[in-house]
């Protein structure tokens, strides 16, 4: 049996160099089944199909950051159960952000990044990878930079109450693709904003500070609340014709629900004023913080170092 301290040989100096033949050969797989295989990706009649891909891109684009954000978490939770819980949530809306940039491909092919011809790379990852900020459209909640745990539930609470009410909705849209996402959808988000919601009461009701972080969470982030019920013109669009849901159709709903949790938690609701988009400008239009320009940089970094790399 060989010493364990005996020093490594030139030969075998790096225990990880004989699984690359290529440096360059690593940052993809090869073998992901299509993530839309045997569903019916066919357009809806009298739907336009640019109009469909750009609202896929504003759900996925939701899902894929938020779960970027909160898969920061791991190994931070306050204790393993809520660092699984955490990081199973972000796992969801990957696969949420997986099926919807899919189907934004599918859709129309022109919002896929060109890559060098022959590239492995899937659409679904192109576009997660190689789209600069001004191209995402995901609502300035799923990217503002983590606080504490405080501010983790309470964005978790306003975004799943706010993508539930949504997808309930779209559960019924006449795109197939958006219909099952959103039917598989329902069922993770409702875990979600019950996981939230718990927390939200149990921080509120708990210490002096937990219940202190918990307003200071609520008051930080209650500006950003306002854009979830704002409609973006695709997004009416995509409601008109059947395969979307305009956000401003379930704002009562969602403000009841929010009301409930409120009244439970014995807090009373923020009066901060909706955060104002430059010249109307938000989120959907591609206007977004420096915090998500970070977010990428960190995200796409092996990616975009390796387009053509496989593994």
């Known amino acids: 049996m060989p010493d364990v301290h005996t020093p490594a040989t030139d030969e075998h100096e790096n225990a990880y160099a004989g699984l690359l033949v290529n440096d360059a050969h690593w940052a993809f797989g090869t073998d992901f089944e299509d993530p839309l295989a045997g569903v019916d990706t066919t357009i809806p009649a009298g739907v336009n199909p640019t109009v469909l891909a750009q609202y896929c891109l504003m759900l996925g684009d939701d899902a894929l950051v938020l779960s970027q954000r909160l898969s920061q978490w791991c190994s931070n939770a306050p204790d393993l159960e809520e660092d699984i819980a955490l990081a199973n949530i972000a796992l969801d809306l990957l696969g949420q952000a997986r099926l919807l940039l899919a189907r934004a491909a599918a859709a129309d092919a022109s919002v896929v990044p060109t890559l060098p011809s022959g590239s492995p790379v899937p659409d679904e990852d192109r576009l997660a990878f190689f789209r600069d900020q001004d191209q995402f459209r995901n609502i300035h909640l799923a990217e503002v930079p983590n606080g504490d745990f405080a501010e983790a539930i309470t964005r978790i609470l306003m975004f799943a109450t706010w993508r539930l009410a949504l997808f309930e909705r779209l559960a019924h849209s006449t795109d197939a693709v958006l219909a099952a996402v959103a039917a598989k959808g329902v069922k993770e988000l409702a875990y979600h904003r019950d996981f939230a919601g718990r927390w ?28 979830l019920r704002d409609t973006h013109p695709v997004e009416r669009e995509a409601a008109a014709t059947g395969v979307g849901v305009d956000p401003a159709t379930v704002a009562d709903e969602i403000d009841v629900v929010i009301e409930q949790v409120l009244v439970a938690a014995g807090l009373e609701r923020p009066t901060a004023r909706p955060l104002a988009g430059v010249q109307r400008r938000t989120g ?13 940089a960190e995200m796409q970094v092996v990616a975009r170092a390796h387009p053509e790399g496989t593994w």
Request: glycine share 10%; hydrophobic share 45%; net charge positive.
């Open 200 to 227: 939200f009461v149990t921080l509120a009701q708990g210490t002096d500070e937990s219940r202190r972080r918990l307003v200071a969470a609520m008051t930080g982030l209650w500006p950003l609340w306002g854009e």
């Open 284 to 296: 959907r239009h591609g206007l977004h913080t420096e915090a998500l320009s970070r977010l990428l």
